[in-house]
Protein backbone atom coordinates (compact mmCIF):
# COMPACT_ATOMS: atom_id res chain seq x y z
CA UNK A 1 0.00 0.00 0.00
CA UNK A 2 1.96 3.10 -1.27
CA UNK A 3 1.26 6.15 0.62
CA UNK A 4 -1.63 5.73 2.48
CA UNK A 5 -1.46 4.58 5.95
CA UNK A 6 -2.81 2.06 7.90
CA UNK A 7 -4.24 4.32 9.98
CA UNK A 8 -5.84 6.11 7.64
CA UNK A 9 -7.12 2.89 5.95
CA UNK A 10 -8.37 1.26 9.10
CA UNK A 11 -10.07 4.61 10.12
CA UNK A 12 -11.99 3.80 6.91
CA UNK A 13 -13.93 0.90 8.02
CA UNK A 14 -16.96 1.17 9.36
CA UNK A 15 -17.44 -0.10 13.05
CA UNK A 16 -18.67 -3.59 12.08
CA UNK A 17 -15.24 -4.01 9.81
CA UNK A 18 -13.69 -1.97 12.26
CA UNK A 19 -14.39 -4.33 15.29
CA UNK A 20 -13.94 -7.81 12.81
CA UNK A 21 -10.37 -6.66 12.00
CA UNK A 22 -9.65 -6.51 15.38
CA UNK A 23 -10.99 -9.83 16.34
CA UNK A 24 -9.35 -11.52 13.21
CA UNK A 25 -6.30 -10.11 14.40
CA UNK A 26 -6.65 -11.71 17.53
CA UNK A 27 -7.55 -14.82 16.26
CA UNK A 28 -4.57 -14.55 13.96
CA UNK A 29 -2.57 -14.28 17.12
CA UNK A 30 -4.59 -17.45 18.53
CA UNK A 31 -3.56 -19.44 15.71
CA UNK A 32 0.24 -18.44 15.67
CA UNK A 33 -0.18 -16.92 12.31
CA UNK A 34 2.50 -14.38 11.67
CA UNK A 35 0.52 -12.20 9.54
CA UNK A 36 -3.35 -11.49 9.43
CA UNK A 37 -4.79 -12.13 6.34
CA UNK A 38 -8.15 -11.64 4.10
CA UNK A 39 -9.16 -14.92 5.04
CA UNK A 40 -8.74 -14.22 8.87
CA UNK A 41 -10.93 -11.19 8.54
CA UNK A 42 -13.92 -12.93 6.36
CA UNK A 43 -13.64 -15.92 8.66
CA UNK A 44 -14.50 -13.15 11.96
CA UNK A 45 -17.34 -11.24 9.72
CA UNK A 46 -19.23 -14.53 8.98
CA UNK A 47 -19.39 -14.89 12.78
CA UNK A 48 -21.32 -11.50 12.87
CA UNK A 49 -25.11 -12.46 11.98
CA UNK A 50 -26.66 -9.64 9.69
CA UNK A 51 -23.31 -8.57 8.04
CA UNK A 52 -22.92 -7.74 4.29
CA UNK A 53 -21.26 -10.90 3.66
CA UNK A 54 -24.28 -13.00 4.77
CA UNK A 55 -26.40 -10.80 2.89
CA UNK A 56 -24.25 -11.58 0.19
CA UNK A 57 -24.51 -15.25 0.88
CA UNK A 58 -28.09 -15.19 1.00
CA UNK A 59 -28.22 -13.37 -2.13
CA UNK A 60 -26.19 -15.66 -4.12
CA UNK A 61 -27.84 -18.46 -2.38
CA UNK A 62 -24.19 -20.04 -1.32
CA UNK A 63 -23.47 -23.11 0.75
CA UNK A 64 -22.90 -21.82 3.47
CA UNK A 65 -21.58 -25.38 5.38
CA UNK A 66 -19.09 -25.79 2.13
CA UNK A 67 -17.95 -21.93 2.18
CA UNK A 68 -17.17 -22.74 5.74
CA UNK A 69 -15.23 -25.60 5.37
CA UNK A 70 -13.45 -23.67 2.61
CA UNK A 71 -12.81 -20.86 5.13
CA UNK A 72 -11.26 -23.55 7.27
CA UNK A 73 -8.87 -24.90 4.42
CA UNK A 74 -7.62 -21.85 3.58
CA UNK A 75 -6.58 -20.99 7.41
CA UNK A 76 -5.45 -24.40 7.55
CA UNK A 77 -2.98 -24.02 5.22
CA UNK A 78 -1.56 -20.72 6.52
CA UNK A 79 2.15 -21.05 8.60
CA UNK A 80 1.95 -21.32 12.45
CA UNK A 81 4.13 -21.11 14.93
CA UNK A 82 4.91 -17.32 15.16
CA UNK A 83 4.55 -15.63 18.81
CA UNK A 84 3.30 -12.73 17.96
CA UNK A 85 1.54 -10.83 14.46
CA UNK A 86 4.33 -9.30 12.72
CA UNK A 87 2.11 -7.46 9.89
CA UNK A 88 -0.93 -8.01 7.27
CA UNK A 89 -0.87 -9.15 4.07
CA UNK A 90 -0.54 -7.37 0.64
CA UNK A 91 -3.89 -9.27 0.08
CA UNK A 92 -5.69 -7.81 3.16
CA UNK A 93 -4.41 -4.20 2.41
CA UNK A 94 -5.61 -4.23 -1.17
CA UNK A 95 -8.97 -5.58 -0.66
CA UNK A 96 -9.10 -2.57 1.83
CA UNK A 97 -7.82 0.37 -0.23
CA UNK A 98 -9.80 -1.09 -3.28
CA UNK A 99 -12.95 -1.54 -0.97
CA UNK A 100 -12.26 2.36 -0.02
CA UNK A 101 -12.47 3.21 -3.42
CA UNK A 102 -15.38 1.75 -4.45
CA UNK A 103 -16.88 2.86 -1.23
CA UNK A 104 -16.19 6.48 -1.88
CA UNK A 105 -16.62 6.40 -6.25
CA UNK A 106 -19.34 4.06 -6.73
CA UNK A 107 -21.70 4.57 -3.76
CA UNK A 108 -20.59 7.88 -2.49
CA UNK A 109 -20.03 6.39 1.27
CA UNK A 110 -17.37 7.96 3.33
CA UNK A 111 -16.47 4.50 5.24
CA UNK A 112 -15.87 1.04 4.23
CA UNK A 113 -18.49 -1.34 4.44
CA UNK A 114 -17.85 -5.07 4.63
CA UNK A 115 -19.61 -5.76 1.29
CA UNK A 116 -17.15 -2.98 -0.67
CA UNK A 117 -14.28 -5.50 -0.72
CA UNK A 118 -16.38 -8.20 -2.27
CA UNK A 119 -16.76 -5.91 -4.92
CA UNK A 120 -13.44 -6.05 -5.86
CA UNK A 121 -13.12 -9.45 -5.46
CA UNK A 122 -15.77 -9.93 -8.53
CA UNK A 123 -14.28 -7.72 -10.63
CA UNK A 124 -10.78 -9.61 -10.65
CA UNK A 125 -12.95 -12.27 -11.98
CA UNK A 126 -14.62 -10.53 -14.81
CA UNK A 127 -13.25 -11.72 -18.48
CA UNK A 128 -10.14 -9.54 -19.40
CA UNK A 129 -9.14 -9.59 -15.99
CA UNK A 130 -6.05 -11.17 -14.72
CA UNK A 131 -6.74 -13.39 -11.70
Same mark, same amino acid.
Given at each position: ????????????????????????????????????????????????????????????????????????? $???? +?? @? /?? !??????? &?? $???? +?? @? /?? !??????? &????????????????????????
Amino acid at each position: MTGISRVAMFGKLNSLGYGAMHSATSFCRLRGNPTVELVHWINQLLQVPDSDIHHIIDHFRLDVSRLAIDVQK $LLDQ +LP @R /GA !TSVSDFS &GQ $LENA +LE @R /GW !TYSTLMF &GESQIRTGHHRRDAEDDRSPGRAA
